[in-house]
């Protein structure tokens, strides 16, 4: 089975600091995604690799930022975390394929104070 | 560009009842299309998927979605509900474009609320 996981499944941090997500997909895939979940808002895209060192901006990048150093894994960075970015975080990962699903992780439930 | 529209954001249903999940899209073309479901706390799993072929897909757990092009919709239905499909559910539809490839772009979700 594809697994998808993320490092933590709730963070609490406090405003200012520098916050870390991490994810891990086991199955090779090329894609891998951050989203943010809001009651009402669905998810929305924050950043998008398909490949080592490479990233593309999705539809809320402003805020956060993101590393590929190795093709399983994929960080998302709150540089500086504001009371605004508490929300649901998650992972995805997928092939490069234009048929194709995405494989989701558990989620990361951040709580900025 | 493509959108998803789901124009449900809440449904309840009781235990046994059967239950539709409305989904409407934007596409240039035959889209790639996805229903996927969220359980409380949980990260997303997929339920079915339509790419082409047979309009009427099969899913786990019962469910089974409706392709119609003319309609621009893929409905999710299930005949009888548990309690355990208390849950949000997601629709998704595939890209067009090769750099975009793997990206899905999602509907704001369904809650669903099972009563006794």
């Known amino acids: 089975d594809v697994k998808v996981t993320q490092s933590s499944r709730y963070l609490v941090k406090r405003t200012g600091e520098k916050v870390f997500l991490e994810c891990v997909q086991d199955m090779d895939h090329e894609n891998m995604f951050w989203y943010r979940q809001d009651p009402g808002l669905g998810l929305r895209l924050i950043y998008f690799?398909?490949?080592?060192?490479?990233?593309e901006k999705g539809d809320i990048p402003e805020g956060y930022s993101v590393s590929r150093e190795k093709k399983e894994r994929f960080s998302l960075i709150l540089e500086s975390a504001s009371t605004n970015q508490t929300s649901m975080y998650l992972c995805?990962?997928?092939?490069?394929?234009?048929?194709?699903?995405?494989?989701f992780g558990q989620g990361t439930r951040l709580t900025v104070v | 560009a493509q959108s998803v529209t789901q124009p449900d954001i809440h449904i309840t249903v009781s235990e046994g009842a059967s239950l539709e999940l409305r989904c409407n899209y934007s596409y240039g073309a035959t889209p790639y299309l996805f229903w996927y479901v969220q359980s409380p706390g949980q990260g997303l799993q997929l339920l079915l998927k339509?790419?082409?072929?047979?309009?009427l897909v099969q899913g786990i757990k019962g469910f089974e979605a409706e392709f119609k092009r003319s309609q621009s919709s893929f409905n999710l239905r299930k005949p009888s509900v548990h309690w355990s499909d208390a849950a949000e559910y997601f629709c998704a539809v595939g890209p067009m474009t090769t750099d975009s490839w793997g990206k899905l772009q999602f509907g704001a979700g369904t809650q669903v609320v099972v009563t006794p």
């Open positions: 690799s398909y490949d080592v060192k490479m990233k």
């Open positions: 995805a990962s997928s092939l490069h394929d234009r048929v194709t699903e995405a494989f």
């Open positions: 339509y790419f082409s072929g047979d309009t």
